[in-house]
């Protein structure tokens, strides 16, 4: 005993709306086109957090909106003029690589100019090196991804958020 936590969370359902989260016109666009009416308790509890600054784990059972729920702050964050990767997903698979770039795809479709791209082993090197020029995100497995940095085809000075998607699994993997 002794040790007490310092800080509590409680969720109360509420009526928020992704208007209220913070989120910019070309993403609620992005939102409402993909039929989402409400934001799932992660995406309430998580999307303002990440706006904020503000470091996260989040637990929440499959289907819940989890990626979602990063990949909406995240594409606010990068800066569109910038043609350098600036948000980093990692992700255990490349089923799940490809899965959560596309939904970055699908989420960001109405951002001009954003670019996301997948690095996972088993593809072509040579297209994922062309592919991380010009991108702002970057989803991808941890082996390729270490290829990519040990190549020097991966900078890592303009990130400003890495995300470890399934991290739980990673660590499971080795």
């Known amino acids: 005993f002794g040790n007490k936590p310092t800080h509590y969370y409680y969720y109360i359902m509420t009526v928020t709306t992704f208007e209220s989260l913070g989120l910019s016109k070309p993403l609620l666009d992005a939102v409402n086109s993909l039929g989402f009416e409400k934001p799932s308790q992660i995406q309430e509890l998580a999307i303002p957090r990440i706006l904020n600054g503000d470091d996260i784990v989040g637990l929440s059972e499959t289907g819940s909106g989890k990626t979602a729920a990063f990949t909406l702050p995240a594409l606010e964050l990068i ?90 699994r990673m660590l499971d993997m080795g």
């Open 79 to 168: 800066d569109l003029e910038v043609t350098k990767p600036q948000v980093l997903i990692l992700s255990p698979t490349r089923e799940l690589c490809v899965q959560v770039c596309e939904e970055v795809q699908s989420l960001g479709k109405f951002l001009p100019s954003m670019r996301a791209v997948p690095v996972y082993g088993g593809a072509p090197i040579d297209r994922q090196i062309k592919g991380l020029r010009g991108s702002q995100m970057v989803v991808g497995t941890p082996g390729r991804l270490m290829d990519h940095l040990r190549r020097g085809t991966l900078r890592t000075e303009d990130l400003k958020l890495v995300i470890l998607d399934e991290a739980d």
